[in-house]
């Protein structure tokens, strides 16, 4: 029998254990906002909230990033979630370590079907995608948090009860140095999947009954691969079954097979099933090595609700898809995105308590969404009916003849930044803004993101605005968390050069319009004759103000 090689495991972080202020304390301490779960989506909300000077409470179980035995989990980074970590200053270390790439080829048995090129529509400074191994994205999130110096981030503190009332919440919290409570205005639950909190409570995730399984193979090779992203429809060296092949950081390949659901887990991911399976795909002469076998199995969920009352579910607590398409770990990220600028405003008084629902009025329908987006997609790759089988045989076989079939080879349809439906915060709907590069009047080179960088205010670009005009609007910005930026003309406000690119992506390029746009670049209103009483209006709306 052939013996396989494993390479030596990452070296994860950890900090340390450090007794937090209440053990012993002989009163319960109050904080504005306590995060459960340093994941991605934890994190993600720990940094943004400090990005903006609000101070949180980060609690985790463990004292490390990333599962224990260095499992890659979720690798593909999409471009909003990278524009996000542009703007908490964690961009630079994730494009220097991590693969990018736009590029992407789909194979039924040994035959390309379908390609495509993500480059095509982007205006945006980041790139469609980056593969990363998740720790590194945490690992990344906590030294910044470190860095900002304003979230009390606890390792080694164990939730074991919440107990909601009407204006906070009270946690109740296990270390190795004993038990303490502490309470909380506002309580964030992004310990995952399987989430204790939501247990406890008894909140409903509808999970669903089937469980999708996969073994992943984390591998080096000596000759490098294209660095491309190849799917299998149906892998002829799986069974029949998809496949899943990309780069990530350190040379590392991550290859993801699916599996049957009834599938023995110990035995799909001994190194030499693993390496019987490799051999099959790549041939007896390649030279590799394994860094991480494991299996991975998901119920897809859903909760009816993302806020309960002063408890907020964020990321996996709240909602799994499946994962193709990398919907999972980046719609998490933009949850919490959304939901920081929000409890930063409400928690520094400079908005009111209804701003916090229309994080489940947008983040919400964003899941559902990406459930059925992804749903389509598992059943396309795992069809259950005579029908289904139909359908994506007929598929596949007109797609690498016809261009109007290759769009309906369902692999996985990629993570976008999903749109928010109309409503009395939001009329026209929101819609992401793309990270564009721009320039100062004196030729600085700037981003939309370093424009929402500092604090916590809304955007207003202004197109070519008068004098008279920004001098009418002072009041309104200064009584608004606003900031106005001329976009050309001579107003007296801070300006950008003219950029025919903004104008088209924002759907203005009269001049004296102005467009909207939220801390978390989501365009909130285009008007294009701004008055001082509509662009107030327009600012309340978008701030839930009543």
Not at 9 to 36: C, K, M, N, Q, T
Not at 108 to 137: G, H, T, W
Request: proline fraction near 7%; glycine fraction near 8%.
């Amino acid at each position: 029998m052939e013996s396989y090689k494993f390479a030596p495991e990452y070296e994860l972080p950890s900090w340390p254990f450090v007794p937090p202020p209440e053990l012993g304390a002989d009163r319960v301490l109050r904080h504005p906002i306590v995060i459960v779960g340093a994941g991605p989506a934890g994190l993600t909300l720990a940094c943004d909230l400090a990005r903006r000077g609000v101070r949180a409470v980060l609690l985790d179980e463990d004292d490390t990033v990333g599962v224990r035995g260095a499992s890659s989990r979720g690798i593909c980074h999409a471009q909003k979630s990278l524009e996000i970590f542009a703007r908490l200053g964690i961009y630079e270390r994730v494009a220097q370590k991590g693969i990018t790439w736009s590029f992407g080829r789909t194979f039924s048995d040994r035959q390309e079907v379908y390609n495509f090129n993500l480059k095509a529509d982007s205006v945006s400074v980041q790139p469609p995608f980056i593969n990363l191994q998740q720790f590194y994205i945490e690992w990344f999130l906590v030294e910044r948090i470190l860095e900002l110096g304003l979230t009390d981030l606890r390792w080694k503190n164990r939730v074991t009860q919440v107990v909601p009332f009407a204006d906070g919440v009270r946690v109740e919290v296990e270390t190795p140095a004993g038990s303490y409570a502490i309470e909380a205005d506002h309580l964030i639950d992004a310990t995952g999947a399987h989430s204790p909190i939501r247990t406890q409570l008894g909140v409903d995730a509808h999970p669903s009954r089937s469980t999708d399984r996969w073994c992943i193979s984390d591998v080096r090779f000596e000759k490098p691969l294209p660095t491309e992203r190849w799917t299998w429809v149906d892998a002829p060296f799986n069974e029949g079954r998809a496949v899943w092949q990309h780069l990530m950081g350190d040379g590392v390949w991550r290859i993801d097979y699916q599996m049957p659901e009834d599938c023995d887990t110990a035995h799909i991911s001994r190194p030499e099933v693993a390496g019987a399976r490799l051999r099959e795909q790549l041939g007896p002469g390649v030279a590799f090595e394994f860094v991480w076998i494991g299996p991975y199995g998901y119920r897809d969920h859903l909760l009816d609700r993302f806020r309960h009352g002063r408890i907020l579910f964020i990321g996996d607590a709240a909602h799994v898809v499946s994962p193709f398409g990398a919907r999972g770990g980046n719609s998490g990220i933009q949850d919490a995105a959304n939901l920081g600028w929000k409890l930063a405003l409400v928690t520094q008084g400079q908005a009111g308590d209804a701003l916090l629902d229309t994080y489940d009025a947008e983040r919400r329908p964003a899941a559902a969404e990406n459930l059925r987006v992804t749903s389509r997609s598992a059943r396309f790759l795992a069809p259950r009916t005579p029908a289904e089988h139909r359908l994506r045989r007929a598929v596949v076989a007109l797609a690498s003849r016809h261009a109007f079939a290759r769009a309906l080879v369902n692999t996985g349809r990629m993570s976008v930044a999903n749109d928010y439906p109309a409503a009395p915060h939001l009329p026209e709907g929101g819609r992401s803004v793309q990270n564009l590069p721009l320039r100062q009047r004196d030729g600085t080179p700037t981003t939309l993101m370093d424009l929402l960088a500092d604090g916590t205010h809304c955007l207003g670009l202004w197109f070519a605005p008068t004098r008279t005009q920004a001098e009418a609007m002072a009041d309104v910005a200064a009584s608004l968390p606003l900031r106005l930026v001329a976009v050309g003309g001579d107003s007296g406000l801070a300006t950008l050069q003219p950029d025919e690119a903004l104008a088209r992506h924002l759907g203005s390029a009269t001049p004296g319009s102005l467009c909207l746009v939220r801390p978390d670049a989501y365009r909130a209103a285009l008007l294009n004759d701004p008055t001082p009483a509509s662009l107030s209006a327009a600012a309340h709306a978008a701030l839930a103000h009543r």
